[in-house]
């Protein structure tokens, strides 16, 4: 029965899910676990429709048949990741208030639009000479990311709750030119995938063991996503969306801060893309 009412609910619309608000998104992901905790009891034979939605079979399934459960936070870590991506989903999708805030020469550009609250955001697009699995290997090994971005210092994984899912301290690097200063950050992060399609989000969270720290101004992220697509044409290259939304904090003018975020973003796919390319090289050696 359930099969059944889901089909009718989605009515097969798979290309449509990037359109959904968030809480038709969490249904249709609350769903498409039930199915399949269905059919792990016998209850259920998924219909072929389901494929087109983007999830797996058990007899797909390559993860550990049976995993170790997550514990009640992780699940918490895991809800949030999920509600920030979906969140920050919400922002991209709507295309009303956007403005070019900067456009590079080398084919980078940043719009911006205005949230309530007065929070501006930003989203940059480009084209980066990578596939989407290579750009994500890069950007989940967090631990490593200061060595190819010079404007952090350092980031810790803190907790992990499941592949997808991530806390993390990050503290930026004190560099010249930077004009919001040193900041450090408390942030969950999540990635999901859809088809070929891979989409990361965070948004900044609490622990009560890890207290902003002395010396540091405690900034806040999010909701905020990157989305890496596949070029139709070539799919060695990636449409790279990044949806940068942060308070800073501090007391620092909103003009201040609004010049610098987007060039922070510029600095930091800059660095992305040199990032793949070291990766390329070190393959080629190996």
Known sequence: MLPAVVKLCCGISYPHLRTMAGLQR?????????????????????????????????????????????????????????????????????????????????????????LSGDRKVFRLETVLDATPEEIHHILWKVEEMHQWNP??????????????????????????????????????????????????????THLESFPPQKGFVRAEDGPTCIIIEPLADDGGRSHFTWLLNMDVKGWLPKSIVNQALPRAQVDFTRCLLLGSRDRDRERERD
Not at 44 to 60: F, I, K, N, R, V
Not at 152 to 171: D, F, R, S, Y
């Open 151 to 204: 404007s952090i210092k350092n980031i810790k994984v803190l907790k992990q709750a499941g592949p997808e899912t991530m806390v993390t301290h990050e503290v930026s690097a004190e560099t010249a030119g930077n004009l919001i200063g040193q900041r450090d950050f408390l942030s969950v992060r999540h990635f999901s995938r859809q088809e070929s399609c891979i989409y990361l989000g965070g948004a900044a």
């Open 26 to 114: 969490l249904a249709i992901a609350a769903i498409g676990q039930e199915l399949a905790h269905m059919q792990r009891n016998g209850q259920s034979q998924l219909p072929a429709w389901t494929s087109h939605m983007g999830w797996q079979t058990e007899s797909s399934r390559r993860e550990v048949v049976n995993p170790v459960p997550l514990k009640e936070e992780e699940l918490l870590y895991i809800r949030s990741g999920h509600e920030a991506l979906t969140k920050a989903l919400d922002i991209v999708d709507d295309k009303n208030g956007w403005k070019t805030e900067l456009t590079e020469e080398n084919g980078d550009v940043i719009y911006s639009k205005v």
